[in-house]
Nanobody, 127 residues
């Protein structure tokens, strides 16, 4: 059974930090790029960060560049999203997703390009 299980969300004050984790199982996930998306109420789902299957390539949305860091350890079956200097506009449900296209090289921010999705974790940035 294919699964991507997120953990680590919660409530944090502006300027604070959180780390999200994503644990894939049930598929050859080290062939896949893994991305984090987020969706705020009333808004479309947007790509935030992506890491290629080899971890040699990372991509970030402009809104999080310099504040968020994506990483993966294929030996530990885990992908992380370290979020620093959080802002209220970062409040959203965060999802991890897997894409095998283009040999796992973060080819697209389009959600339809991604084969597997996690259930999502709420991140709330508020004082």
């Amino acid at each position: 059974q294919v699964q991507l299980v997120e953990s680590g969300g919660g409530l944090v004050q502006p300027g604070g930090s959180l780390r999200l984790s994503c644990v894939p199982s049930g598929f050859a996930w080290d062939d896949y790029a893994i991305a984090w998306f987020r969706q705020a109420p009333g808004k479309q789902r947007e790509g935030v960060a992506c890491i290629s299957n080899s971890a040699r390539l990372t991509r970030y949305a402009d809104a999080v560049q310099g504040r968020f860091t994506i990483s993966r350890d294929n030996t530990k079956n885990t992908v992380w999203l370290q979020m620093n200097s959080l802002k209220p506009e970062d409040t959203a449900v965060y999802y991890c997703a897997a894409d095998r296209g283009a040999k796992g090289t973060c080819r697209s921010w389009a959600p339809i390009a991604y084969d597997y999705w996690g259930q999502g974790k709420q991140v709330t940035v508020s004082s």
